[in-house]
């Protein structure tokens, strides 16, 4: 905390000004406009209320440090001069979190040193700046390559130990449906301590504020610790899945159910009902990419006992979020078969409807063809005689020639009609 607070208690080096006092400083860290978003939520089991703030330099109340801040100790008690020293201006509670932000200080009891050194801390962090990521790299000994995926956003899902900590890469998604960017991945960063757990995220996500409403549900059956604060980001992440899976094998079954019995002024819309659930279940199996693969390894590690891994109670609902992860993937998988056989009915049956379409047509034009062969003769006859020529009878008074031609060409229809009908019904 030397970086914080400065070696002699005076202002921090890298910040040069008293964080306690002062809104104004480096761009990215000590700036306090109203206008921008609280960025940093910082929890301690020691602590009765979650500090929401929108720069670094308001996390500590008035006449605390950050050591003491970390530690899990509030900061002095004023009772006369609480009252009538005006509010600092700074962040207030997010709404929906009910935490507001220094308001319970004052009737908190001092902690004892020995429950300062217990105490459980939880620094999440969304967007943070190059200087920021600079300034907590220095305060806590990230490595640089941690320091390097954070701040590139590293897409890769992994978990890497270190001396004295270990990194959680897990991927999360945009779970508003009216947002342009839902489904699209979200890049979870889990920094493990021992004493704490620091967390990043570059956009707004529901998963922090879940785990401190568990928590603050949990606390009197579970002990918080910084292996838990991570295993239950990694539980909801994989939890916010489970709607979207659900909602899937419901369409997945109205669609394997309808795609054979519907009509064809509906087949268009299947089309697309097919088209849009393959691409939501090709969306989640992208975004689960090896999850259980991550979780496997942390649990694995947490058997070997190595140093800075989680302890075996934690890989053991590790062992479980591995369960459910495998469960989902294959879910996902068998829903995609369904999906492909669907697809392959749909064209199928199409096919065969054009089939019956082109079966018709043939049969029509056999038809007409049938009736033109009939017709082509007589009008052969009529038309040759038709001319500018003598016709036969022409100078024989009555209709007798007329009578016996309409009577021969009557005849000859009647003759090439009934050919024509057998010849037909024999090809059949």
Same mark, same amino acid.
Not at 99 to 121: F, I, L, M, V
Not at 184 to 201: A, C, Q
């Given at each position: 905390m030397a970086l914080f607070e400065g070696i002699t208690g005076d202002p921090p080096p890298a910040f040069g000004i008293d964080a306690a006092q002062s809104t104004s400083g480096i761009p990215g860290i000590l700036h306090t406009g109203h206008d921008r978003p609280y960025r940093f939520s910082f929890y301690s089991n020691a602590l009765s209320a979650t500090i929401h703030a929108r720069s670094m330099s308001e996390l500590p109340a008035e006449g605390q440090s950050f050591t003491?801040?970390?530690?899990?100790?509030?900061?002095?008690?004023?009772?006369?001069?609480?009252?009538?020293?005006?509010?600092?201006?700074?962040?207030?509670?997010?709404?929906? /979190?009910?935490?507001?932000?220094?308001?319970?200080?004052?009737?908190?009891?001092?902690?004892?040193?020995?429950?300062?050194?217990?105490?459980?801390?939880? &620094?999440?962090?969304?967007?943070?700046?190059?200087?920021?990521?600079?300034? &907590?790299?220095?305060?806590?000994?990230?490595?640089?390559?941690?320091?390097?995926? #954070?701040?590139?956003?590293?897409?890769?899902?992994?978990?890497?130990?270190?001396?004295?900590?270990?990194?959680?890469?897990?991927?999360? %998604?945009?779970?508003?449906?009216?947002?342009?960017?839902? &489904?699209?991945? &979200?890049?979870?960063?889990?920094?493990?301590?021992?004493?704490?757990?620091?967390?990043?995220?570059?956009?707004?996500?529901?998963?922090?504020?879940?785990?401190?409403?568990?928590?603050?549900?949990?606390?009197? $059956?579970?002990?918080?610790?910084?292996?838990?604060?991570? $295993?239950?980001? #990694?539980? /909801? #992440?994989?939890?916010? %899945?489970?709607?979207?899976?659900?909602?899937?094998?419901?369409?997945? /079954?109205?669609?394997d159910e309808l795609v054979l019995i519907l009509k064809e002024a509906e087949q268009s819309d299947m089309l697309r009902r097919i088209g849009t659930c393959r691409k939501k279940v090709m969306g989640l199996l992208r975004l689960m990419g090896n999850k259980a693969d991550v979780v496997k390894g942390l649990a694995k590690r947490c058997n070997e006992h190595w140093r800075v891994a989680p302890t075996s109670d934690i890989g053991l609902y590790l062992s479980d979020i591995q369960d459910h992860l495998i469960t989902m993937t294959q879910n996902l998988n068998h829903y995609e078969k369904i999906l492909s056989r669907s697809h392959s009915n749909y064209l199928a049956q199409i096919s065969i409807e054009m089939t019956d379409a082109n079966n018709q047509i043939n049969d029509v034009l056999s038809k007409l063809t049938a009736l033109g062969t009939v017709l082509i003769p007589m009008n052969l006859v009529t038309g040759l005689w038709g001319m500018n020529v003598h016709v036969p009878g022409q100078d024989v008074p009555g209709y007798a020639w007329f009578v016996s031609i309409i009577a021969a060409l009557a005849a000859f229809a009647i003759i090439g009609g009934y050919s024509t009908y057998k010849f037909m019904v024999n090809r059949r």
């Open positions: 003491d801040l970390f530690t899990g100790i509030p900061p002095p008690r004023e009772p006369s001069a609480a009252r009538d020293r005006p509010t600092r201006p700074g962040p207030s509670p997010v709404v929906g /979190d009910k935490t507001p932000r220094h308001s319970n200080y004052a009737n908190q009891p001092r902690h004892s040193a020995a429950d300062a050194e217990s105490s459980t801390w939880w &620094l999440d962090v969304q967007s943070p700046t190059d200087d920021e990521m600079k300034m &907590l790299s220095k305060v806590f000994s990230i490595h640089p390559l941690t320091t390097e995926d #954070i701040q590139m956003e590293e897409t890769r899902e992994k978990i890497e130990l270190f001396r004295n900590y270990y990194l959680v890469c897990f991927r999360s %998604f945009d779970q508003d449906p009216y947002s342009p960017t839902h &489904l699209e991945p &979200l890049n979870m960063y889990i920094i493990v301590f021992r004493e704490g757990t620091l967390s990043f995220h570059f956009r707004p996500t529901p998963h922090p504020q879940n785990v401190r409403r568990r928590i603050k549900q949990l606390k009197d $059956y579970i002990s918080v610790t910084s292996d838990w604060i991570s $295993y239950a980001l #990694i539980d /909801d #992440i994989t939890d916010a %899945f489970g709607p979207l899976i659900q909602g899937i094998e419901y369409e997945v /079954d109205s669609i």
